[in-house]
T-cell receptor
Framework: KNQVEQSPQSLIILEGKNCTLQ??????????LRWYKQDTGRGPVSLTI?????NTKSNGRYTATLDADTKQSSLHITASQLSDSASYIC?????????????FGRGTSLIVHP | SQTIHQWPATLVQPVGSPLSLECTVE??????LYWYRQAAGRGLQLLFY??????ISSEVPQNLSASRPQDRQFILSSKKLLLSDSGFYLC????????????FGSGTQLSVL
C-alpha cells in the first residue's frame, strides 16, 4: 500500500531560525515528490518537485532533498519568516496507474513566532 | 493562463439538507479533476477523481457523489448531509496523462449542524 509519513506532526520555531521537515514514502514505482505549502483556510500550493534523479532543489529559502534509495525527502527552511507559518504537505506520485493518483502525507504544521 | 474557481467559500447547512459544491477550470482542456476533503487538523482525503466527461471514480464510499457534466466542470453533491460531512473541501486539477502538479481551488468550508 502506498503511504507517505511526515514528521514532525507540528513544529514551533522562532523567527529567523532554520528548520527541517521530513517525509518518508513507500510509493512505488516512483514518479515524483512534491512539497506543498497550505496556508490556513486555503488550497495547497506547490513549492518544489523532485524526480528520481534529483538530490537537491532550492526555491528561495526552501531547499528540498531526495534520497530515492531510502525513499526519504526533507524540506529545509532557512531564516524563517512569520509568513512561513503553514502546513507543509509531502505528496508522492506514482509512475503509472491510470490517472496517476498521488499519495498525500498528513502534513507538518509549522508555527513561526516573532 | 489556467485558473480554477470553487464556490461557495463557506457554507453552513443543517443535517439532512442537500449539498452542491461547484468547481470550474479555465484555460485548459480535458483536465483531470479531483475532489478532496480535509477534516480539521488532518490530511487531505481523496473523494473523487475524473479523467473525462461523465467519468467519475470514487475513492471512499460515503454519503457524497460527484458529477462532471462538462469538460471543465466538477460538482460534488449530497442528497442528505451528515454531521460527519463537515470539513474543508478542495477541488483540484492537473494536466492529463502524467504525474504533474496539482492546482487547487480556494476551498469550501462546510459546517453541518
Amino acid at each position: 500500500k502506498n503511504q507517505v509519513e511526515q514528521s514532525p506532526q507540528s513544529l514551533i520555531i522562532l523567527e529567523g531560525k532554520n528548520c527541517t521537515l521530513q517525509c518518508n514514502y513507500t510509493v512505488s514505482p516512483f514518479s515524483n515528490l512534491r512539497w506543498y505549502k497550505q496556508d490556513t483556510g486555503r488550497g495547497p500550493v506547490s513549492l518544489t518537485i523532485m524526480t528520481f534523479s534529483e538530490n537537491t532543489k532550492s526555491n528561495g529559502r526552501y531547499t528540498a532533498t531526495l534520497d530515492a534509495d531510502t525513499k526519504q525527502s526533507s524540506l529545509h527552511i532557512t531564516a524563517s519568516q512569520l509568513s512561513d507559518s503553514a502546513s507543509y504537505i509531502c505528496v508522492v506520485s506514482p509512475a503509472s496507474g491510470g490517472s496517476y493518483i498521488p499519495t498525500f502525507g498528513r502534513g507538518t504544521s509549522l508555527i513561526v513566532h516573532p | 493562463s489556467q485558473t480554477i474557481h470553487q464556490w461557495p467559500a463557506t457554507l453552513v447547512q443543517p443535517v439532512g439538507s442537500p449539498l452542491s459544491l461547484e468547481c470550474t477550470v479555465e484555460g485548459t482542456s480535458n483536465p483531470n479533476l479531483y475532489w478532496y476533503r480535509q477534516a480539521a487538523g488532518r490530511g487531505l482525503q481523496l473523494l473523487f477523481y475524473s479523467v473525462g466527461i461523465g467519468q467519475i471514480s470514487s475513492e471512499v464510499p460515503q454519503n457524497l457523489s460527484a458529477s462532471r457534466p462538462q469538460d471543465r466542470q466538477f460538482i460534488l453533491s449530497s442528497k442528505k448531509l451528515l454531521l460527519s460531512d463537515s470539513g474543508f473541501y478542495l477541488c483540484a486539477w492537473r494536466l492529463p496523462g502524467g504525474a504533474g502538479k496539482l492546482f487547487f481551488g480556494s476551498g469550501t468550508q462546510l459546517s453541518v449542524l
